[in-house]
């Protein structure tokens, strides 16, 4: 059997954070906003770990703020084709991979974007997992749509909040954003549920955290898989379920610039600016196992990697091309400090500050 190549989009394929831009474009003070939201998220995915919800959830949460805002689904489609932004060599990285492996992208991204990210590409839609929504059939009445914008104005002006290291509870947070956290929580657990529109929100499911974890499962049960013939590209909090599920059934996981989230939970950490290394760490990986792959891994380097056997072509196009020479790193116990401080100032450097800095 072939293997099974598994990535997140938005990171390892893409540079984009679609449900960033998305607000950003259409919702007044959007940057801010989604910043705010998406760090609430995080609290409640990697703190508080509330039950039933799942890291990413920020894709559901503003949804109706962007109905709000008269943003319909065609806009959606129109803004994310418009502005694709590709990690340099992924499209031949993804048909160096697709010679000898099953291919499928996870992610949360809302499948507007998913849709166009694969006609850009030449990526089989059907091979993706994403978060599924529709503006338009959403109902919504002129006194909601007051109301949520004015809560818009609310949220973009809340201080950001800073989660301390170690953080267990509310109380290990300062008093300042322990008002913002309880303000947070009134508006999405106590007010919008009463409303007709988030009702239908309700509904949606953000693949992330969790639901990708339940998607790398889906997939090997279909192809009737071994998790030793599977490879998981991720860089964020919404892959450290997968990550982790795939590093522990013997499986590579790879963070590829990623923050801490990622890094913690992977075998191998990538700081690139190119996405053939993905291509190169997939042959070495599908051709000599796992074990025999990290040991060549950890000694990083053209000469090793020709030595393996990596095809010159290839890695003369990796090594030739890229401004800065790609790096990878085994994740120990003892490195991992210094490798999230290294993969986290990287994915800034490449994807932005203002996304870069997004759980």
């Not at 996870?106 to 839609?125: D, W």
């Not at 749509?145 to 950001?160: C, D, G, T």
């Given at each position: 059997m072939k293997g099974v190549f598994i990535s997140d989009c938005e990171g390892p394929i893409s540079k984009n954070d679609n449900a960033y831009e998305i607000a950003s474009n259409f919702i007044p003070n959007g940057d801010s906003f989604f910043c705010n939201v998406s760090k609430y998220d995080d609290v409640l995915a990697d703190v508080f770990s509330k039950s039933g919800y799942t890291a990413g959830s920020t894709l559901q949460l503003i949804l109706p703020f962007l109905k709000a805002c008269d943003v319909t689904d065609r806009q959606m489609e129109d803004f994310s084709a418009d502005n694709i932004m590709l990690i340099s060599g992924t499209q031949s990285a993804l048909k160096y991979i697709e010679s000898f492996?099953?291919?499928?992208?996870?992610?949360?991204?809302?499948?507007?974007?998913?849709?166009?990210?694969?006609?850009?590409?030449?990526?089989?839609?059907?091979?993706?997992?994403?978060?599924?929504?529709?503006?338009?059939?959403?109902?919504?009445?002129?006194?909601?749509?007051?109301?949520?914008?004015?809560?818009?104005?609310?949220?973009?002006?809340?201080?950001?909040?800073?989660?301390?290291?170690?953080?267990?509870?509310?109380?290990?947070?300062?008093?300042?954003?322990?008002?913002?956290?309880?303000?947070?929580?009134?508006?999405?657990?106590?007010?919008?549920?009463?409303?007709?529109?988030?009702?239908?929100f309700s509904n949606v499911v953000a693949v992330g955290g969790e639901q990708k974890a339940k998607s790398v499962l889906d997939i090997v049960k279909r192809l009737e898989a071994s998790f030793g013939d599977v490879m998981y590209v991720g860089d964020s909090i919404t892959d450290a379920e997968a990550l982790s599920l795939v590093k522990k059934n013997s499986g590579l996981a790879v963070s590829f610039n990623g923050n801490s989230y990622a890094v913690k939970n992977a075998d191998a950490a990538v700081v690139s600016e190119n996405n053939l290394v993905t291509a190169i760490i997939a042959d070495i990986f599908y051709r000599l196992g796992k074990e025999e792959a990290l040991k060549i891994l950890s000694v990083w380097s053209k000469k090793s990697l020709e030595a393996a056997g990596v095809d010159l072509e290839l890695l003369n196009q990796l090594f030739g091309s890229a401004k800065r020479v790609p790096k990878v790193q085994i994740v120990t116990r003892e490195s991992i400090d210094s490798i999230v401080t290294e993969s986290s100032d990287f994915r800034k450097e490449v994807r932005g500050v203002a996304i870069g800095r997004l759980g």
């Open positions: 492996a099953k291919c499928y992208i996870v992610s949360t991204s809302y499948e507007q974007y998913i849709k166009a990210l694969c006609r850009t590409v030449g990526f089989p839609y059907e091979n993706t997992y994403c978060t599924k929504v529709s503006l338009d059939k959403a109902p919504i009445s002129l006194q909601e749509k007051n109301a949520l914008r004015e809560i818009v104005r609310e949220i973009s002006q809340m201080p950001l909040i800073t989660i301390p290291v170690n953080t267990k509870n509310l109380l290990d947070f300062s008093l300042k954003d322990q008002a913002v956290i309880k303000r947070f929580d009134e508006i999405f657990w106590e007010e919008l549920p009463k409303m007709s529109v988030c009702k239908f």
